[in-house]
C-alpha cells in the first residue's frame, strides 16, 4: 500500500486514530502498530511480509549470539545472511543474464536456472537496518539487543519501511520505551511537511519526469543539444524532488504518530564541494556507509582515497543491478578521491558551480537503463541547432528551478511563513486548510499516472 494514494490516505487516517488510542497501553499499541505495519507493507502480497519477519528474526537471533557471545564468526555469519538475501533478491537475475550472455558468445549458450524471489520493495533499506543493528551491538553502541516486539517494530514500522530513511536503532527503538504524548506533536511541522513533500512529487517530480525527463531520455536523437541539456537538469531536479519529497511526507507521518526520524536531506545541491554533498544528499545513507563501510576498511590516511572509492562503488552498486550504477557510484568515488587530494574550490561559487554540474552529469549513468543509452544523450548534447520541438516552456523552467536553484536560499525561507501562518489558525483550521492542499495535490495525480517513488525500486 504506497503514498501518495487515496488508498493510503484512508489507511493512514484509521491506524492514526487507533494509535493515540491505544498509545498509553504499551502491550497493546506494539502489537497492533507491528500488525498494521505488515498489513501496509503485504498489501499487494503477503509473501513480502514473510521475507520481512524472516530477516528480522534473523538478526534478532544473531543480534543476541553476538551480545552474549562476542565472537566475530557470529557477527560475520548475521552480516552475511543479510548480504545473501540482498544479493540475491536484487543481483541473481542480473549476474545470470551476464554469464548467459558471455556462454552465448563463445558458443556455450544454455539458460542459467535461477529461482526468482518475491519482489521485496524496500529490502536494501531493512537489511542495512538489520546490519547496522548487528555491528552497533558488536562495538557496543547499544547497550543490549531490543526486546523481540520492539525490534520487530522497529524493522517493520511503515512510514520508513518502503524506501528509508533508514533509521538506525539506537535513534528509533528508545521512543518505544514509554507512551508518547499527543500534545507534544508538532502537528503544523507534520503537515506542512506531508504537504511540501506531495508538492515536490506531483508538482515537480512527476511533471519534470513525464514532460521532459522520459522524452529526452527514451529518444535523445529527436532533441536538440539545449533541450538534452535541459533534460540532464531536470533530472537532477526530479530526482530531488521524488526522493526528498518522499523523505519529508515519511519524517511527516512519524511525527503525527509521535516518533522522530533523522534529517535526511539538506539542501545537497548548495554544497560547494561533493564531500558536502554526500554529508546534505541521503544522509541516513552516506552516513550509514561512512560508519558501516569506509571506517571499517580501515588504513588511515594512506589508504582514504582508495577506501573512498571501494565505498561509492559499493554505494552505487547497492542502488541495483547494473553496470551503470556501478559507473556512477565509481564516478563520484574517484572525484573524491581527487578532491581529498587537491581539496575543494577556494571560492565558494565556483565550487557549488562545480559540483552541482558534476552531479547533474553523474545523474545520466543513474538514469539511463544503459551504457549506450547514457552515451546517446551526452553525445547529443554536440547537436547544436536553433531547431527543437519546444520541450523548454517557461513553466518547466520554473519547475526545474525550484527543485534546484532554490535550494541556495536560506533555510526555511519558504516554509517558516507558511507555517507561522498555520500556526495563528485554530487546530480545525489547520486541518481543513492542509486537507484542501492534500485533495488540490492528488487531482493533479490522474493526469500524471502518479508513478511511485524512484527510490521504490531500492
Known amino acids: 500500500m504506497l503514498f501518495p494514494t487515496v488508498e493510503f490516505a484512508a489507511f493512514f487516517a484509521a491506524v492514526l486514530m487507533v494509535n493515540w488510542w491505544l498509545m498509553p497501553r504499551p502491550r497493546l499499541w506494539k502489537p497492533f502498530i507491528l500488525v498494521a505495519s505488515y498489513v501496509c507493507y503485504g498489501w499487494a502480497s503477503p509473501k513480502l511480509v514473510l521475507v520481512l519477519i524472516g530477516v528480522t528474526l534473523w538478526n534478532q537471533a544473531f543480534g543476541w549470539l553476538v551480545f552474549r557471545t562476542r565472537r566475530r564468526t557470529l557477527l560475520i555469519t548475521g552480516i552475511a545472511g543479510d548480504i545473501a538475501l540482498l544479493g540475491y533478491a536484487k543481483y541473481a537475475g542480473f549476474f545470470a543474464h551476464e554469464i548467459d550472455a558471455a556462454l552465448n558468445r563463445i558458443g556455450l549458450g544454455a539458460p542459467l536456472p535461477v529461482i526468482v524471489l518475491v519482489a521485496t520493495i524496500g529490502v536494501s533499506f531493512y537489511t542495512f537496518q538489520g546490519i547496522s543493528y548487528l555491528v552497533d551491538l558488536w562495538r557496543g553502541d547499544l547497550a543490549r539487543p531490543a526486546p523481540t516486539l520492539d525490534f520487530l517494530v522497529y524493522q517493520a514500522f511503515f512510514p520508513h519501511l518502503f524506501a528509508g530513511p533508514i533509521v538506525r536503532a539506537r535513534e528509533l527503538i528508545p521512543q518505544f520505551a514509554e507512551p508518547r504524548d499527543p500534545a507534544q506533536v508538532p502537528y503544523t511541522r507534520a503537515g506542512t511537511l506531508i504537504v511540501a513533500g506531495l508538492a515536490k512529487k506531483l508538482v515537480i517530480a512527476d511533471t519534470l519526469g513525464k514532460l521532459v525527463v522520459d522524452p529526452v531520455f527514451a529518444a535523445p536523437d529527436q532533441h536538440a543539444a539545449y533541450e538534452v541539456l535541459f533534460a540532464i537538469y531536470a533530472y537532477a531536479a526530479q530526482i530531488y524532488a521524488d526522493f526528498s519529497g518522499y523523505t519529508d511526507i515519511a519524517i511527516g507521518l512519524a511525527l503525527l504518530l509521535g516518533f522522530r526520524f533523522p534529517v535526511n536531506f539538506d539542501r545537497p545541491y548548495s554544497s560547494a564541494s561533493l564531500r558536502e554533498f554526500w554529508r546534505r544528499w541521503h544522509i541516513s545513507l552516506s552516513s550509514w556507509l561512512r560508519d558501516y563501510v569506509y571506517i571499517p576498511l580501515g588504513g588511515g590516511r594512506s589508504r582514504s582515497r582508495r577506501n573512498l572509492f571501494l565505498t561509492m562503488l559499493l554505494g552505487g552498486l547497492w542502488h541495483g543491478a547494473n553496470w551503470t550504477f556501478v559507473a556512477w557510484g565509481g564516478l563520484h568515488g574517484a572525484a573524491l578521491a581527487v578532491e581529498r587530494r587537491t581539496g575543494?574550490?577556494?571560492?565558494?561559487?565556483?565550487?557549488?558551480?562545480?559540483?552541482?554540474?558534476?552531479?547533474?552529469?553523474?545523474?545520466?549513468?543513474?538514469?539511463?537503463?544503459?551504457?549506450?543509452?547514457?552515451?546517446?544523450?551526452?553525445?547529443?548534447?554536440?547537436?547544436?541547432?536553433a531547431h527543437g520541438t519546444g520541450l523548454v516552456a517557461p513553466l518547466l523552467v520554473v519547475l526545474v528551478l525550484a527543485g534546484t536553484a532554490i535550494q541556495l536560499v536560506p533555510p526555511g525561507f519558504l516554509t517558516r511563513p507558511v507555517r507561522a501562518a498555520l500556526g495563528t489558525m485554530s487546530p480545525v483550521a489547520q486541518g481543513v486548510t492542509l486537507a484542501l492542499a492534500f485533495v488540490a495535490l492528488l487531482a493533479i495525480a490522474p493526469n500524471l499516472g502518479v508513478p511511485a517513488f524512484i527510490y521504490y525500486q531500492f
Not at 538514469?367 to 549506450?372: E, H
Request: aromatic share 22%.
Open 344 to 385: 575543494p574550490a577556494r571560492r565558494p561559487w565556483l565550487g557549488r558551480l562545480i559540483t552541482f554540474h558534476f552531479v547533474a552529469l553523474c545523474w545520466v549513468f543513474f538514469r539511463a537503463p544503459g551504457f549506450s543509452d547514457a552515451f546517446a544523450v551526452l553525445g547529443r548534447l554536440t547537436a547544436w541547432t
